[in-house]
Nanobody, 127 residues
């Protein structure tokens, strides 16, 4: 079974940057679309960005468009989320998740078609 582990979260000032990483093990990521989600307290998972299996197609939530960049390196079995110009409303637990059934990704609220999830990494943007 695919295993995902997120890292790179932390505490940052508004306008700062963080780079989140998602490392896969047991299986390679070649056939998986990957999504990044975030969850604020009392809220459902919000799809932030996703990338298809090849890395050629990406999607972004309107709230992060122009500030976040998703990328992947299948040779390293890694997916990244570069977050720039961070705002307090970006605060939450960030998860990466894999969709084993689609080559093109979908931005969804909740878990959608994503079956494999990491444990999350906390991102806190001060106000």
């Amino acid at each position: 079974q695919l295993q995902l582990v997120e890292s790179g979260g932390g505490l940052v000032q508004p306008g700062g940057s963080l780079r989140l990483s998602c490392a896969a093990s047991r299986l390679t990521l070649d056939y998986y679309a990957i999504g990044w989600f975030r969850q604020a307290p009392g809220k459902e998972h919000e799809g932030v960005s996703c990338i298809d299996n090849s890395g050629l197609s990406t999607k972004y939530a309107d709230s992060v468009k122009g500030r976040f960049t998703i990328s992947r390196d299948n040779a390293k079995n890694m997916v990244y989320l570069q977050m720039n110009s961070l705002k307090p409303e970006d605060t939450g637990v960030y998860y990466c998740a894999a969709d084993p059934y689609s080559t093109m990704c979908a931005l969804v609220s909740g878990e959608g078609p994503y079956d494999y999830w990491g444990q999350g990494t906390q991102v806190t943007v001060l106000s």
